[in-house]
């Protein structure tokens, strides 16, 4: 069964270090999504991504946060200048189109800003 | 208005019981609710939805109970085992909207 997959798994960096995450989503899928889960608590939407550009964002992707497509198979998540409240998982996630509901979860990046 | 309240925060119950495990939501608006399971160090896993024209929807041993004048919608897990020992979190998304609203999870587990 296709899967979402996501690099690095864990991801430790510096205070003020630029990060990349990566995604690889399901190869027929059409809609992207980052989402965080800080250890314990619940999952936030981070941004979504369709056509090559950002369709819906949240409060939290704010100037530090972008996303790209660079090619036709990666989906990828930066973080230019990491914080200390930036330590979180990571989670990518796709879906096939707008009229299908689910959301297919890639394992997850667990970044720790030091 | 965005969001989605979910209870209890854990819960444990006898392998064979029911676990019940409530959302409640504010915004009529909403129009898909899923209920994802989480396993530790694994992403969320969609275990089953609902649309509000339905009042219940059943997959196996999971039921999604919907009330849709209280605002509120319910998983059931029957015949619990260990193996359902997860976090589970409801989520709402309202028409044409990309996002997913999360409530806050509910830590299940069944003890043998």
């Known amino acids: 069964e296709p899967e979402v997959t996501q690099t690095p798994s864990h991801q430790v960096t510096q205070m003020g270090q630029e990060v990349i995450l990566r995604c690889v989503p399901i190869?027929?899928?059409?809609?992207f999504y980052w989402y965080r889960q800080i250890l314990g608590q619940k999952v936030e939407f981070l941004v979504s991504f369709y056509n090559n550009e950002i369709s819906e964002k949240s409060e939290i992707f704010d100037d530090q946060f972008s996303v790209e497509r660079p090619d036709g198979s990666n989906f990828t998540l930066k973080i230019r200048s990491t914080k200390l409240e930036d330590s979180a998982m990571y989670f990518c996630?796709?879906?096939?189109?707008?009229?299908?509901?689910?959301?297919?979860f890639g394992p997850g990046t667990r970044l720790t800003v030091l | 208005q965005q969001q989605v309240k979910q209870s209890p925060q854990s819960l444990i119950v006898q392998k064979g019981g029911i676990s019940i495990i409530n959302c409640a939501y504010e915004?009529?608006?909403?129009?898909?609710f899923p209920w994802y399971q989480q396993f530790p160090g694994k992403g969320p896993a969609l275990l089953i939805a609902?649309?509000?024209d339905v009042s219940e929807k059943k997959e196996g041993r999971f039921t999604i109970s919907f009330n849709k004048s209280a605002k509120q919608f319910s998983l059931h897990i029957m015949d619990s085992q260990p193996g359902d020992s997860a976090t589970y979190f409801c989520?709402?998304?309202?028409?044409?909207?990309?996002?997913?609203?999360w409530g806050a999870g509910t830590k299940l587990i069944i003890k043998p």
């Open positions: 915004n009529t608006a909403f129009d898909y």
């Open positions: 609902i649309r509000p």
């Open positions: 996630a796709s879906k096939v189109g707008i009229s299908t509901d689910t959301q297919y």
């Open positions: 989520a709402a998304s309202p028409p044409s909207a990309y996002q997913l609203i």
């Open positions: 190869s027929n899928h059409l809609y």
